[in-house]
């Protein structure tokens, strides 16, 4: 690796994560109804908190930001510096969203900039991702444990291509950790589902 190499990827490092410490949920949630949607609810600034909150219309347009910024994020890493630029700008953009500088580090779970990162690489994994949470959540009613499946089935998916190489093998690791972190991220709904106190899709916050 270069300097070049070097200065690019510091590039999709930095702007990366700024991108997604961009605060959809904040932001949204202010301008929609005057409110802090990290004041309210799970007090985290992702799309579930803000349906239960705040309602459905401000709920899409945050969801549509955060896959944005997954999506940009990605698009901006392959083109500065091919699949490490890939790698890089996908946990950076997580790590953005999940721990904002622009929001006093206090963000999202990271699933849905997971998802437009996901698009961008793996359209197929991240389709079929999508699918499986949405049956989850529809048998379930349980939001959390949808996106936690949806999570794995799409990283399971990107991990095996990876590994019998019909995707980048550096997709193997960014897998696993970007499925990691947001695993780790809904720590708190594990214990909840497991004690059985866990809101339903639908039940306000």
């Known amino acids: 690796m270069n300097v070049a190499d070097v200065f690019f990827i510091g590039v999709v490092l930095t702007a990366s994560y700024l991108l997604g410490s961009v605060p959809s949920g904040v932001t949204v949630g202010k301008f929609w109804r005057g409110v802090d949607i990290r004041q309210h609810g799970s007090g985290r ?62 963000g999202g779970r990271g699933v849905m900039p997971a998802v437009g990162a996901s698009l961008v690489i793996v359209p197929m994994a991240a389709i079929v991702g999508i699918a499986l949470a949405a049956l989850v959540i529809g048998v379930s009613r349980y939001v959390s444990l949808g996106s936690m499946a949806g999570t794995v089935g799409c990283c399971g998916i990107i991990f095996v291509l990876a590994v019998q190489g019909s995707e980048p093998v550096a997709f193997a690791p960014l ?17 909840r589902l497991i004690r059985g106190t866990e809101r339903r899709l639908g039940e306000p916050a």
Not at 75 to 102: C, D, K, Q
Not at 177 to 188: C, M, N, S, T
């Open 175 to 191: 897998a696993m950790a970007g499925g990691g972190l947001i695993v780790f991220q809904h720590r708190d709904n594990i214990i």
């Open 45 to 106: 600034t992702g799309a579930t908190n803000v349906l239960r909150t705040i309602g459905w219309k401000a709920a899409a347009i945050v969801t549509l930001l955060d896959v944005g910024k997954g999506a940009v994020a990605m698009l901006l890493g392959g083109w500065l510096a091919g699949t490490p630029g890939y790698v890089v700008a996908g946990i950076a953009v997580l790590a953005g969203h999940n721990w904002p500088i622009s929001a006093g580090f206090k």
